[in-house]
Structure formats: structure tokens, C-alpha cells
């Protein structure tokens, strides 16, 4: 199962080069002056006296952010610099985090505190995806135990993206008004784009309105990746030999309008209203893309691309209350989102047939939070939170001819509904100076369902017949508690560890597709593996049990030097993994699907036992530091992490090798400079069942100047300097072009490669 031969790469030498800063000396040219900390990429910094920040969580601030942004227009990727982060291929905005070997839905990720879900059975429209980077204002990630009041219906970690919190004048008789303009440009893929974000207010009035665009074409890469064959011929357009075919995107327009009221100097209430409309999103590692295509007058029973058209749009309401009172903090949250989404095939793709899919969802969610000093050194939380969410997935006919594709509507989910309700209560105690401990506990309920289903036609009548016969209404009952402490001895190091039971509820696409006819069940698939998937009403929940602990040891003012390690072990009982599709379940589950491993095969989603346990290492030093030419730091990560499946004793799909990354930073007045070296270790323990492709290891040389100034700031970066090519461990196969309709119209073996060089450019400037 490999693409290409993984050339040798010593995994010690990766984590070592990921953990020699925190080794080295603190510099020959130390002055007596204060020293400034460096740009953080890795360790990121928690802001604030230590003693205050929350056990377990790693944040990006909004000075960090800046310099992400010149080379990402992807939000899921601006983590990629915090240790255990990863991030799954997909579109050019719509990458999949993962935490330590669990992702997408087994975290717990918020935006603006909204809990949203992808309303697609390749997972296009993620929570991530909905907003753009120039609005994020600050990350959170627990990357090892998340506090049972930040979490819920997730085994994995947690993110929380914010963008910024309204802002008020300082007096009645004054008025503040702020307005930041962006704008940046990557030369491989000709990425471009821009943002805007208007504010004024009073004391007590403060109102906002945001907006970005931005689009790519498709990206190249350095070298020769795809197989040879007549498959290549079938697009609708040329694509040259190392073009990513289907990997640009169009017309991404998000805008936002907020409404900020301070009632008083304890109270406020903020509301916003935002829009996000796509025209166009390529997924390589798909068999669709984000498209809208529109039935054709000329041609009835066909269709034609829709031009200028979104694809995708998403809407949100979030109104949320904090209060400040005698007895404590409350804060309370209510939001609405809706979304209406349009799958097809681009012009990359085959010539002969469109095949629209569309979806329509809509999520109500909220949340009831109050924290309560019972005491000095005791903290109490208590609270609720819930989540409605409703899904319609259905693919219209296409032609007039009874078949495989017409003359009804494909109901891949119809009315599907998964409720969800918790109540969590969690005691945080500050014992001494030294000692910090939190206890949680969290009850809740998920109720899923969907509706009887049709085919196009009575080709698909009996898996019709057997889904609509079976009870397929689902309860869940969760139990989650954890159980955390921080010891701080001194000023130079302190230590966490904790202990955790979590559990998650499948989600309707892994509960209710129904259809064993490969075209159909290659639709449903947000692991970018090109293999065919079948739901399970039988799923039973997650139940995962996580130790984790840490080791922090650094300089007084955590501002010369710093090492952090962390280890953590997760067990999962019912972990939901694939098995080929049972014999019994239709004649497409036959003896070749059972056995291949060369070809794309049709599974079935089935709960199993499963272990995860890897490190995390980062570290970061002065090495150097003069009047006349400033600070030089190295900081540098590490991470690794193994999965294994114990009931089948496969390997876990898509779990990121070992890598690191290490940095030269170079600080002098206004100037950042670095030159960054990222290694990724060969990918050559693979899930069999999935037939996943094995990778090589690469290293990557990165270049990047940042000039700040009062007003603005001017970032210049060349990603990929030494132009190398390499294949993404997460990427997924390549199905960018051709006939991606079938398992066998695009040649297996193929994975999705990483960019060639390109300059990046980017202008902010503030008034």
C-alpha cells in the first residue's frame, strides 16, 4: 500500500530537533536590559499570571495570529503551530483538525461559543470553515483534558475560536472608532484576498461590521504524482502534470454585523449577525466539490454550473449575556445558524455527467453558565447547554429515463434530527500558592432519528426496504467526569496532570446512510480515504478514558528560556472505526470488496476498542542578544503519537507521524525575521482496512520577515524556499480529476501532495 518508496528518516532525530532549543546555552552577548519574549511557534504561551490561566489550555493571541495569516487563509490551520495540533486535507478553507490522533467531530470546537456542525456527508462546511482568519481574535486549545464545562459530546480536546469582543469608549462625552483593512497575495495558486472591519462606539453603544473575500486557483506542486493513464484525458479542461486539480476555491465572502450594549460597567449583551456565501470550494481527496449547478431548459433531466452562484451559505444569530453580580458571573448564550449546501462536479472532473447534492440544515443552540466563589479558595461552576440540530440530504434526478439516477429524488438523510442536552457542575480549588486542583462532572442526553428513504428509482428498493423497516430512532445517556491538578513549586516550574471519562454520540452521517451501491456510498465520506460508506443505527456511543500530564519548567518571567513535555494515553471503548461491508448486507459486499488491497472498497461504520498514546515536546531559548542587532531565539515542537485499533489490531487511519519543527528567530526593533525547518517522519504505519496509501518523510524550509509599525504591519514569506516535493500524511487520495463517480474511473495509490514554492504577501493596516 505505498505511492512511493519512504525514504530512511530517524524518528529520534525529529524529536530531538523539536526539543534542542530548551538544551542550548542562553546566548554570548546576554545584555542587563529586560528582554522581550519572542513570537511564539512553540511553546504558545498562556497570557497572564500563572496562577490565573486555566489548567491545561494553550491560547494564540492575537499578536501571535498576525503572522500566521500572511500564509493561511484556512482557520484550521492557524493551529498547526501548537503541539499535537494537526489538520486533515480538504478544500482550501475547510481543513479538519486533529488533537493528539482524534479530530473532527470527537472535539469539541466553538466559534464565538456557537457549537455548529458540517451539513455535508464529506464534511465541506465545517465549523472552522465559517469564519475567516482576519476575524479571529484569540484560539484556545485544551489539547489534553478538557474541563466538563468546555466540553460535552467529544473524546478528544477542545477549540475555541473567538473574534474581538466589543470595545466602548472611555466616557459619555467620547467616541471610539477603529477600522483595519487587510489585504495579501501567495504566488502559487494566485491566492488573493482582503478584509475590512469597521467599528464605533460610545460608552454604553458599540457597533461593528466586518467583511473579507478571498479566492485561489488551483495549486502546483513540485514534482510528478500522478499515474499514468486515460483517466487524466476525462476532465472537462486540461490540467497540467502538477497542478492539484480541484484544489482552488471562489468567491468566500464572509460578513458579520455586531451590536455591543454595556448597560452598566457589569453587564453586557452582544449581538451578531453574520453571512458566509461560497461559489465555489475544489476538494481533491473528494469525489464532489462545493458547486452549484441548475437544471438545464435547453436539456431537460440534465444540468448545467450555475456561474457566480453560492454554493454554500451559512447564516448565524448569537446573542449572548455576561453579568457581573454579587454572588458570582453569569453568562447565557442563544444562537441560530442555517445552511444551504450544493455539491457537483467541477470542470476538473469528468466530462460526461453532472450529479447535483444538496443539503439543508439548521442548528439552535444555547448555553446557561454561572460561576460562583463559594469561598475563598473554592470556585464553582454549574450550568447547561443544549444543541438541536436537523438535516435534509437529498440528490435530485438526473435524465428522463428510469435508472440508476432518475426519475426520483435521492434521500440520503431525510429529516434527521439529533438533539442534544447536558448539565455539567465542576469545583475549582485553590489550595495554596502551589496547589490548584478541578473537579468535574457532566450528565447528558442525545436523541437521534431520521425518516423512511427512497432511491432515484426501485433499482434502489430493497436497502430502501431494509433501512425504512428497522426502528431507527437512537437515546444516548453521557457520562462525563474529570479530574485535574497544578502543582507550582516556584517561579520556574510547575506540573499538571489529570485523569478523564468522555464520551460522544455518532453523528447522523455515520448513523443513517443506507445505500450499498457504490455511487452512492462513495458520496458519503469526510475522511478523504476515496473508499465508500455505509451508516450503522446500531452505533453505540464513545466512551473514552484519558490520562494526561505535563511538565513545564522555564525562566522566572518565562521570557529567556522554557521547556515543556507532556505524555497522555486515551482508551476508547466503542470506538467507531470501519469494517468491509458485510457479505449478508448485498451482493456488492462480495469476496473481492472483502479482501482487495490495491482498490478502493465499500465499508461499514462498527464500534471497536481503541488506544492512542504518543508525547508532546516544545521548547524555546535566547541564544544571542546585542544593542545593535537585537535578539536571536530558536524555538522549536515536537510531537508523535500512535493509534491502534485492539480489536482488529490495524492501525488507526490518518494519524500524523512523528514531526517537528524548528525556528531561528531574529527580533530587532520593528523586524521579525525567521527561517523555520519542518521535518515529517515517513507515514508507513497505515489503517489495512481502509487500504490507506503509506507516505515518505520531507523536510521543508520556510523563510519569513514581518515589519510592524504603529499603523500596520507588512509580512513577507517564502513557504517551500527549496521547492521540494513531498506527499501530505493527511492529505487523503487524490481524486482532483477524471471520473470520480466510480471505485475504479481513478487509479488507486495516489496521494494528495503538499505546495511547491510560493511568495507569500500581506498588508494590514489600522486607524
Not at 429529516?415 to 485553590?430: C, Q, V
Not at 520556574?492 to 460522544?504: F, L, P, V
Amino acid at each position: 500500500m505505498t505511492s512511493a518508496r519512504p525514504r530512511p528518516h530517524s524518528r529520534l532525530a525529529i524529536l530531538l530537533l523539536g526539543s534542542c532549543p530548551a538544551l542550548l546555552p542562553i546566548g554570548a552577548f546576554a545584555q542587563s536590559e529586560a528582554v522581550s519574549a519572542p513570537t511564539p511557534l512553540a511553546p504558545i504561551r498562556v497570557e497572564g499570571a500563572r496562577d490565573e490561566s486555566p489548567i491545561g489550555v494553550t491560547t494564540l493571541p492575537s499578536s501571535t495570529l498576525d503572522a500566521l495569516r500572511a500564509t493561511r487563509s484556512d482557520t484550521a490551520r492557524l493551529l498547526e503551530g501548537i503541539p499535537g495540533v494537526s489538520t486533515y486535507g480538504a478544500g482550501g478553507i475547510s481543513s479538519l483538525p486533529s488533537i493528539r490522533g482524534l479530530a473532527d467531530e470527537r472535539l469539541k470546537i466553538t466559534v464565538d461559543g456557537m457549537d455548529l456542525m458540517s451539513a455535508c456527508p464529506n464534511h465541506m462546511n465545517p465549523a472552522l470553515s465559517l469564519i475567516d482568519p482576519s476575524k479571529v481574535e484569540t484560539v484556545a486549545v485544551y489539547a489534553g483534558i478538557t474541563p466538563v464545562s468546555e466540553g460535552g459530546d467529544s473524546i478528544g480536546g477542545a477549540i475555541q475560536i473567538r473574534s474581538a469582543r466589543p470595545k466602548f469608549a472611555a466616557s459619555d462625552n467620547e467616541a471610539l472608532t477603529e477600522a483595519k483593512v487587510g489585504t495579501f497575495f501567495r504566488s502559487n495558486g494566485n491566492a488573493r484576498g482582503h478584509s475590512v472591519d469597521l467599528s464605533i462606539a460610545s460608552s454604553r453603544l458599540s457597533l461593528r461590521y466586518s467583511e473579507s473575500a478571498s479566492e485561489s486557483d488551483n495549486y502546483r506542486t513540485a514534482g510528478d504524482f500522478k499515474r499514468d493513464g486515460f483517466w487524466k484525458q476525462l476532465g472537462q479542461r486540461p490540467v497540467a502534470e502538477r497542478e492539484v486539480a480541484s484544489s482552488g476555491y471562489a468567491g468566500s465572502k464572509n460578513r458579520e454585523v455586531g451590536l455591543g450594549l454595556a448597560w452598566s460597567s457589569t453587564s453586557l449583551l452582544h449581538l451578531t449577525f453574520s453571512e458566509q456565501k461560497l461559489d465555489y470550494q475544489g476538494f481533491p481527496n473528494q469525489r464532489m466539490d462545493m458547486i452549484f449547478s441548475r437544471p438545464d431548459p435547453a436539456n431537460p433531466g440534465n444540468y448545467v454550473i450555475a456561474e457566480n452562484t453560492p454554493s454554500n451559505v451559512n447564516r448565524t444569530i448569537n446573542l449572548r449575556h455576561l453579568g457581573q453580580h454579587a454572588w458570582g458571573e453569569l453568562e447565557a448564550r442563544l444562537f441560530r445558524q442555517t445552511v444551504a449546501h450544493h455539491m457537483d462536479l467541477n470542470q476538473d472532473r469528468f466530462f460526461g455527467m453532472f450529479m447535483p447534492m444538496k443539503s439543508d440544515a439548521s442548528t439552535l443552540g444555547g448555553l446557561l453558565k454561572a460561576s460562583i466563589p463559594v469561598s475563598q479558595e473554592h470556585l464553582l461552576r454549574v450550568g447547561t447547554d443544549f444543541q438541536q440540530y436537523r438535516l435534509d440530504d437529498w440528490w435530485p434526478p438526473i435524465g428522463t429515463a428510469p435508472g440508476a439516477m432518475c426519475c426520483d429524488d435521492f434521500q440520503n438523510i431525510r429529516n434527521g434530527k439529533r438533539d442534544r442536552i447536558g448539565l455539567f457542575s465542576e469545583l475549582e480549588t485553590s489550595w495554596n500558592a502551589a496547589w490548584l486542583s478541578l473537579l468535574g462532572i457532566r450528565g447528558g442526553l442525545v436523541h437521534a432519528d431520521a425518516d423512511t428513504v427512497q432511491g432515484y428509482s426501485n433499482f434502489y428498493a430493497a436497502d430502501a426496504a431494509r433501512f425504512n423497516r428497522r426502528d431507527r430512532s437512537r437515546n444516548d445517556t453521557h457520562l462525563d467526569l474529570t479530574a485535574l491538578v497544578r502543582y507550582t513549586p516556584d517561579a520556574q516550574q510547575n506540573y499538571e496532570a489529570g485523569i478523564a471519562r468522555k464520551t460522544r454520540s455518532p453523528s447522523l452521517y455515520e448513523r443513517y446512510p443506507w445505500s450499498t451501491f457504490p455511487m452512492a456510498a462513495l458520496m458519503n465520506n469526510f475522511v478523504g480515504d476515496g473508499n465508500a460508506y455505509l451508516g450503522n443505527p446500531d452505533l453505540k456511543p464513545e466512551v473514552a478514558y484519558t490520562a494526561s500530564a505535563s511538565a513545564h519548567w522555564h525562566d522566572e518571567g518565562k521570557e529567556r528560556w522554557d521547556f515543556k513535555l507532556s505524555g497522555h494515553a486515551t482508551y476508547v471503548d466503542d470506538y467507531i472505526d470501519a469494517r468491509r461491508c458485510p457479505r449478508a448486507l448485498s451482493a456488492q459486499c462480495n469476496t473481492l470488496n472483502s479482501s482487495a488491497d490495491d482498490r478502493y472498497v465499500i465499508l461499514q461504520y462498527v464500534n471497536q476498542r481503541a488506544m492512542l498514546q504518543g508525547i508532546d515536546v516544545s521548547g524555546s531559548t535566547l541564544i544571542a542578544q546585542h544593542a545593535d542587532i537585537g535578539k536571536l531565539y530558536l524555538n522549536g515542537m515536537a510531537s508523535y503519537v500512535d493509534g491502534r485499533n485492539l480489536s482488529s489490531g490495524d492501525k488507526l487511519y490518518h494519524i500524523m507521524p512523528l514531526h517537528a519543527k524548528i525556528a531561528l528567530e531574529h527580533r530587532s526593533q520593528q523586524w521579525t525575521n525567521t527561517l523555520e525547518v519542518h521535518s515529517i517522519s515517513a507515514k508507513d504505519e497505515v489503517s489495512r482496512v481502509r487500504n490507506e496509501v503509506q507516505t515518505p518523510g520531507y523536510t521543508l524550509l520556510n523563510l519569513r520577515s514581518s515589519f510592524a509599525w504603529k499603523n500596520g504591519r507588512l509580512d513577507l514569506a517564502l513557504e517551500n524556499a527549496l521547492n521540494r516535493f513531498y506527499l501530505l500524511p493527511l492529505g487523503g487520495a487524490y481524486f482532483g480529476q477524471g471520473n470520480s463517480m466510480t471505485t475504479a474511473g481513478i487509479p488507486w495509490g495516489m496521494s494528495v501532495p503538499g505546495r511547491a514554492r510560493s511568495l507569500n504577501v500581506a498588508l494590514n493596516l489600522n486607524f
